[in-house]
């Protein structure tokens, strides 16, 4: 009972102060900052495309298949997507990911590539002496 009670009178003071100095930040009033500074993909640059691996994606995505970009704004609490730009693949990588190419519009890292129920992740560009 004795080290229960100083267990308690011990942690007590942390679990207080790390309450007490919690912070609330604002979220940004015109979109997220880190996307304004990030490097946009234009038509022609090669990128990488992350996927879940499951039987969705290797029965349903093909090479040369035409995937829609969305970008998703979740600026004002409401998940906002628009169509941004167009990717094609270009060839699997491993398991996890594919090699595609900008066909249209614009493309930044985080977007999301999209083709009937199958998503991926847009995760960077590629330069030539970059593998994954």
Do not use: C, W
Not at 17 to 22: F, G
Not at 40 to 53: A, I, P, Q, R, W
Not at 64 to 85: M, Q, W
């Amino acid at each position: 009972m004795k080290k229960i009670l100083f267990l308690l009178l011990f942690l007590a003071p942390f679990a207080i102060s790390t309450t007490l100095h919690a912070v609330a930040y604002p979220f940004p009033e015109n979109g997220q900052v880190y996307q304004n500074d990030e490097a946009v993909m234009k038509v022609g640059t090669k990128l990488y495309l992350f996927h879940s691996g499951t039987e969705d994606v290797k029965n349903g995505i093909h090479v040369n298949d035409s995937l829609t970009v969305y970008r998703v704004h979740p600026a004002d609490l409401s998940v906002e997507t628009r169509e941004v730009g167009k990717v094609r693949v270009l060839t699997p990588l491993g398991d996890y990911y594919f090699d595609g190419e900008v066909i249209g519009g614009e493309v930044k890292a985080g977007d999301l590539a999209k083709k009937g129920t199958v998503a991926f992740y847009i995760i960077s560009f590629r330069n030539n002496g970059h593998q994954l």
